[in-house]
């Protein structure tokens, strides 16, 4: 039997399936292998390339099996997708992934340590939290609407508001809605209160990390965005360039060229859609409150006079993308006057 050197593992909950491949990608073999089997089947193994797709415990396993001296890639399941033959199943699925991952022009996907994985949770969280706290005003607003009650949108308009008006009508309420509504408001107050408490855990670990406060530096990204780009690409080794970080979050215009005709749409709207939103937030913040003193406001009050605004949000956005990739890439610090010398 001709030495292992690729293996394809398709990842599940309790069996995976496994397909090992010579150097010249000829098939060895194809089989099951329960979750508790893994680790010890490919620890027979001689040192070889091993490929998965980036889903859900593929950061772990790939750590997991890289500790075993083996060279493990992760691939985005869409550029997998190509290269199934036949039918989808697992035995197929396996295969796909052993023939992609030896392909040169393959695009992988860094492997997050632990550390890394632990903060974009927390961001994960806090954001399903900040969902929640959403539904969960509008459906207290769309209560009291019901019997006339009005009140202002927004989470701080509504805290003043029950602070200061809610009394004024609690009196003309049934008293089943009353105890509803205040049963609706601990709720709400206990989501704030862990949403609160994440803001402080990120918070704490984006201060003992030094590339997340020289982030912070840039105008436009705030505490949240640059720990969430530094747990999302770490030291931002896997791009060669800012545009083509740029381009991994989606933030460059999708194209539909032919024939030497070449046509631009939207933004892709590709990669992290997470980083995409906070960094679309921060260049909207930037443009509410443009600074006279700040050397990109000459740049934007010239786009901003030929182009619509959403279309300047995405453009600062982009810019900060790039700098954002420049300050984790060389390890330097932010220079205002940098900026314009680059432009």
Not at 276 to 283: C, E, F, N, P, V
Not at 310 to 316: G, S
């Amino acid at each position: 039997m001709n030495t292992v050197a690729v293996v394809g593992i398709d990842l599940a909950k309790q069996v995976f399936q496994i397909h090992f491949a010579d150097e010249f990608g000829n098939k060895l073999l194809n089989k099951q292998v329960r979750r508790s089997k893994l680790l010890s089947a490919l620890n027979q193994l001689p040192p070889c390339l091993v490929g998965m797709e980036a889903c859900g415990s593929s950061h772990y396993w790939a750590r997991e099996i890289r500790a075993l001296g083996h060279e493990v890639k992760l691939m985005a399941p869409q550029y997998v997708k190509a290269y199934v033959k036949t039918n989808k199943n697992d035995s197929a699925d396996a295969e796909a992934i052993a023939e992609a991952v030896t392909r040169p022009g393959m695009r992988f996907v860094d492997i997050k340590n632990a550390d890394q994985q632990s903060v974009l949770l927390l961001h994960r969280e806090r954001e399903g939290l900040t969902r929640e706290r959403t539904s969960l005003i509008n459906r207290i607003r769309g209560t009291l609407s019901e019997f006339g009650v009005i009140i202002p949108k927004g989470p701080n308009k509504l805290k003043v508001w029950f602070r200061d008006e809610y009394s004024r009508h609690e009196a003309a309420l049934p008293s089943i809605l009353q105890r509803h509504t205040q049963r609706l408001l601990q709720r709400l107050r206990s989501l704030e209160g862990s949403i609160a408490a994440l803001d402080e855990e990120i918070d704490a670990e984006s201060q003992s990390d030094e590339a997340c406060r020289r982030l912070e530096e840039v105008p436009g990204i705030g505490r949240l965005t640059a720990s969430a780009l530094r747990a999302s690409v770490g030291n931002a080794r896997s791009f060669k360039n800012g545009r083509e970080f740029a381009a991994w979050l989606g933030l460059v215009p999708r194209q539909y060229s032919s024939g030497g005709k070449q046509r631009l749409l939207g933004i892709s709207k590709r990669g992290d859609a997470y980083l995409r939103r906070m960094l679309i937030h921060g260049a909207r913040a930037v443009l509410r409150h443009m600074n006279p003193k700040r050397s990109v406001t000459p740049w934007l009050d010239s786009l901003s006079r030929r182009r619509h605004r959403n279309v300047v949000i995405v453009a600062l956005a982009n810019k900060l993308a790039r700098i954002a990739w420049a300050l984790l890439f060389h390890q330097r610090r932010y220079e205002e006057q940098y900026l314009v010398t680059a432009m």
